[in-house]
């Protein structure tokens, strides 16, 4: 299952008064992709560890890997919180824009 995720409206606080009627949605719109494409890295080794964790092969290893999939769980939890970023329903298109 493949999640999408969307910024949630309040960054980048500390520029509002400086550059009030400057048009800079491009730069932040660039930084939100890069936020949104690390996340879904993220979300690719949280994938692949849960699979590994149900896999017979790895079953000697299994609370090495469930230790690592908290851990990536819990990092996915403070970059989402971070940025401000979160999930969107699955059959909603994800578009590059959605920060104006």
């Given at each position: 299952?493949?999640?999408?995720?969307?910024?949630?409206?309040?960054?980048?606080r500390n520029c509002e008064g400086r550059h009030k009627g400057r048009h800079h949605d491009g730069a932040k719109t660039f930084r939100r992709g890069r936020a949104l494409e690390f996340l879904n890295v993220l979300e690719v080794k949280r994938a692949t560890l849960r699979q590994q964790v149900e896999a017979p092969e790895y079953q000697e290893i299994k609370q090495v890997l469930l230790g690592e999939l908290k851990a990536?769980?819990?990092?996915?939890?403070?970059?989402?919180?971070?940025?401000?970023?979160?999930?969107?329903?699955?059959d909603e298109p994800q578009t590059p824009e959605g920060d104006q």
């Open positions: 299952m493949k999640e999408h995720w969307e910024h949630g409206g309040h960054g980048d990536i769980e819990m990092v996915v939890d403070e970059y989402t919180r971070h940025f401000e970023l979160r999930r969107k329903e699955a």
